[in-house]
């Protein structure tokens, strides 16, 4: 077990506080796990009362009282069995004996106690409770047992503690700008997309608004995968158990897919034979009997594309590009709003090169994952290579290629100008990966673009090429995915921006305001003008004030307004007024708007929102 840091321990320390105060107030409390975590800590709890904002209250007072009682941290070690007998003795049987069975023969076990309460705990602890000067009960949630949604579904306790009163300020400060910013809140406001449970959880119905973001984005990424020589594929959505056994996804990732699908005259003959659920599930395994998969990754159906025709190495680098939609199984307990859900897609892309071409086509890759992130204003980033364990037996492949591999993406991260940090035992399976973590406005980090490269699954399908010999060669590949998911990638957007987006993202650009129903026609010769130039316009001809219209476009969210009255009419101008670029503003023709507005788009100009606004 790593040490905790100094925060760690203090947050950890708060776990056991919390729960030390739970216990006063509700004695009848089983209680699972207290760790610290990245923001905080939580305490997972069985407890037939439903807790509410008011328990919540009445157990940080609690806790006030058990930190002004300045309590010690007593660490106490003992052995298997009288670990045991003192779980029994304090009455939490119910998950503690189950913790105590995960802790390996051999490994010291211990309990900490903190005046009357005792919890079996490895550590590590601050010496004294008065230690803990700065912390927030922030809220409760449902949490499966184990993480696993066939246990029983206890309550956790969410709370945050730091050094500092001055600290705890600003980060409570910057949860209130997450939960204005919250996607799933500001997708239902601004009619984003829709998840439906008559659908599916974790399936996202992209709604008209979110579909324009999302298809511009793709143009985008489109136009410069067109400029670097890529060639645009489509694949089905399922494909057949024995490629994805090839590949080796199936069974590696099995947990993590949707189940095989077999061909119903194979289910009814089975079925006759007596076959078992059990049987049927190990013929699946074992590849007695064939199936087919929800299509979990993009990269074997490449693949066999790449390999449906001969290739010399004067046809490479090839490179194939799909939006792919894919389908992994998250337990429901982990899906959240866009940012993990059941069914996305990836902006994926394979390359297939020589081994001396790799350097330039990971350098070609990164270009790409830097220019979307540094369009979209998201320029604060940090990189990660995820690298291979020794020590672990995930991984395929011969180690000299991995070593190659690693070797090529140490040497391609040093070119972005961007600290880089190197993980062991991140790689996937079949290779080395960077993986870009960008910081959005609030200081929330998120994992997003990728490149890895790859040469497993090239040996594992047998591809080649000829060679300058005239002899076979084995290719090496490149997956990239400079947004990652689309539905994940949108989601992160929405919350950066805070719904605010730039002209050339936003589903409705410019809305015409006419200050009476006299001008609603010449608002609409402005409106059909602007729709001639492709810019996304609509006219509001609902009879009511000004400032109401104006207090529509600002919830809304649209980015430019124009305002018709009728002396602007009488001289043929509209008065512009924009949420995201004041350099747009005053009294305009609409043809002067127009222009001044496909530059901003065409320049992926970013918002620069006023003040007031």
């Given at each position: 077990m790593k040490d905790m840091s100094p925060l760690e321990e203090l947050r950890h320390s708060c776990s056991h506080v919390l729960a030390t105060a739970i216990l006063r107030l509700f004695p009848e409390t089983q209680l699972d796990i207290g760790p610290p975590t990245e923001n905080g800590f939580y305490y997972d709890i069985d407890l037939d009362k439903k807790l509410d904002a008011s328990d919540l209250e009445a157990i940080e007072a609690e806790m006030k009282k058990v930190i002004?009682?300045?309590?010690?941290?007593?660490?106490?070690?003992?052995?298997?069995?009288?670990?045991?007998?003192?779980?029994?003795?304090?009455?939490?049987?119910?998950?503690?004996?189950?913790?105590?069975?995960?802790?390996?023969?051999?490994?010291?076990?211990?309990?900490?106690?903190?005046?009357?309460?005792?919890?079996?705990?490895?550590?590590?602890?601050?010496?004294?409770?008065?230690?803990?000067?700065?912390?927030?009960?922030?809220?409760?949630?449902?949490?499966?047992?184990r993480g696993d949604e066939k246990n029983k579904q206890l309550q956790r306790i969410y709370g945050t503690a730091f050094a500092s009163k001055d600290e705890l300020t600003e980060y409570l400060e910057r949860l209130e700008q997450a939960k204005a910013r919250d996607h799933r809140k500001l997708g239902k406001e601004l009619k984003l997309f829709h998840i439906d449970e008559a659908v599916g959880a974790g399936m996202v119905l992209w709604t008209?608004?979110?579909?324009?973001?999302?298809?511009?984005?793709?143009?985008?990424?489109?136009?410069?995968?067109?400029?670097?020589?890529?060639?645009?594929?489509?694949?089905?959505?399922?494909?057949?158990?024995?490629?994805?056994?090839?590949?080796?996804?199936?069974?590696?990732?099995?947990?993590s897919q949707f189940p095989p699908i077999v061909e119903p005259g194979t289910?009814?003959?089975?079925?006759?034979?007596?076959?078992?659920?059990?049987?049927?599930?190990?013929?699946?395994?074992?590849?007695?009997?064939?199936?087919?998969?929800?299509?979990?990754?993009?990269?074997?159906?490449?693949?066999?594309?790449?390999?449906?025709?001969?290739?010399?190495?004067?046809?490479?680098?090839?490179?194939?590009?799909?939006?792919?939609?894919?389908?992994r199984w998250e337990q429901s307990g982990e899906l959240n709003g866009m940012t993990r859900v059941r069914g996305f897609t990836q902006d994926d892309a394979h390359l297939f090169c020589t081994e001396d071409q790799i350097s330039q086509e990971i350098k070609g890759c990164l270009d790409l994952?830097?220019?979307?992130?540094?369009?979209?204003?998201?320029?604060?980033?940090?990189v990660r290579i995820g690298l291979r364990d020794p020590d672990s037996t995930k991984y395929v492949g011969d180690a000299a290629q991995w070593d190659k591999a690693e070797a090529a993406l140490r040497e391609a991260a040093q070119t972005l100008d961007v600290d880089f940090v190197e993980e062991p035992g991140e790689a996937a399976f079949y290779g080395p990966k960077i993986d870009f973590v960008v910081k959005d406005v609030i200081g929330r980090e998120w994992q997003l673009g990728t490149v890895q490269v790859d040469y497993n699954l090239p040996e594992r399908f047998d591809l080649s090429y000829i060679g300058a010999d005239n002899e076979k060669h084995r290719p090496v590949m490149?997956?990239?995915?400079?947004?990652?998911?689309?539905?994940?990638?949108?989601?992160?957007?929405?919350?950066?921006?805070?719904?605010?987006?730039?002209?050339?993202?936003?589903?409705?650009?410019?809305?015409?305001?006419?200050?009476?129903?006299?001008?609603?026609?010449q608002a609409r010769e402005i409106e059909k003008l602007l729709k001639v130039a492709k810019i996304r316009v609509t006219v509001d001809a609902v009879a009511d004030k000004l400032g109401a219209k104006i207090r529509k476009c600002h919830i809304d969210k649209v980015p430019h307004f124009l305002v018709l009255g009728r002396q602007e009419a009488e001289q043929g101008l509209v008065k512009v007024n924009s949420r995201t670029n004041a350099s747009l503003e005053g009294l305009k023709t609409p043809a002067e708007f127009m222009t001044d507005l496909l530059q901003h788009i065409a320049n992926k100009t970013l918002p620069e929102p006023k003040e007031s606004k």
């Open positions: 002004k009682e300045n309590q010690k941290f007593i660490r106490v070690e003992c052995s298997r069995e009288e670990a045991i007998a003192k779980i029994k003795e304090i009455g939490q049987e119910r998950y503690k004996l189950g913790r105590l069975d995960d802790i390996p023969e051999g490994e010291a076990i211990s309990f900490y106690q903190n005046g009357e309460f005792i919890d079996l705990c490895a550590g590590s602890h601050v010496g004294y409770t008065k230690k803990i000067k700065a912390y927030k009960l922030l809220s409760i949630a449902g949490a499966y047992h008209p608004n979110g579909a324009v973001i999302r298809q511009e984005l793709q143009n985008f990424i489109s136009e410069e995968l067109r400029m670097a020589d890529y060639d645009q594929v489509f694949t089905p959505h399922i494909g057949k158990l024995g490629l994805y056994r090839t590949s080796g996804h199936f069974p590696y990732y099995k947990d289910v009814d003959r089975l079925a006759q034979e007596g076959c078992s659920c059990a049987d049927l599930s190990n013929q699946l395994d074992s590849g007695e009997i064939d199936g087919y998969l929800l299509k979990p990754m993009n990269c074997p159906m490449h693949i066999k594309i790449f390999d449906s025709q001969p290739h010399s190495y004067r046809d490479l680098p090839v490179r194939l590009a799909e939006f792919g939609t894919v389908y994952v830097k220019l979307v992130f540094n369009t979209l204003g998201m320029s604060d980033y940090r490149i997956h990239r995915a400079p947004f990652g998911s689309m539905e994940r990638f949108c989601g992160v957007l929405i919350e950066h921006f805070a719904g605010n987006f730039p002209t050339w993202l936003a589903p409705e650009q410019v809305r015409i305001l006419p200050m009476n129903d006299e001008l609603v026609p």
